[in-house]
C-alpha cells in the first residue's frame, strides 16, 4: 500500500523523527461505508471547514488536518478506545491524519481516493 511505502521512505529519510511502523488500513468507498454503519465507529473529515460545509459523510466530525491544533484536538475530542474513520477531498490529507492519529494510539481505517472517490461510487452524503 502507498502509505507504507511512505512511512518507509519518511523513515530512511527521517522524516518522521522515528521509524516506529504507522499502521493504518485505507479502504475502498463500499469497504468503509459498511465500517462506518457501525454507529461505534468515529468519523473524521480531515478537510476545511469550508469543505466539511459544502457536502460530508453522515456523523462526520470535522477536524481539519493543515491546523497546527489537530493532534490536539483529535485527542481531546475523540476516544482512542474506539476505531476512528478518517477520509478528506482525494486522500492525502487523510493519510496525513491517520499517521497522526495513529502516533497518538488510535486505531484507523482511512478512505482511499478520499471524498471524491466516495461521491463518485454514489455514496450518500449530507449536504448544508
Known sequence: ??????????????????????????????????????????????????????GHIARAVNVDVLQPDFAEKAVANLDAKRTVAVYCRSGRRSKKAAQILVQKGFRVVELDNGFIGWTEAKLPIIEQ
Not at 523523527?17 to 480531515?46: L, N
Open 1 to 54: 500500500m502507498r502509505h507504507s511505502i511512505f512511512a518507509l521512505l519518511s523513515c530512511l529519510f527521517g522524516a518522521m523523527g522515528s521509524c516506529g511502523a504507522v499502521d493504518f488500513t485505507s479502504i475502498t468507498p463500499q469497504e468503509f461505508q459498511k465500517v462506518i454503519a457501525d454507529t461505534t465507529v468515529q468519523v473524521v473529515d480531515a478537510r476545511t471547514a469550508d469543505e466539511f460545509a459544502e
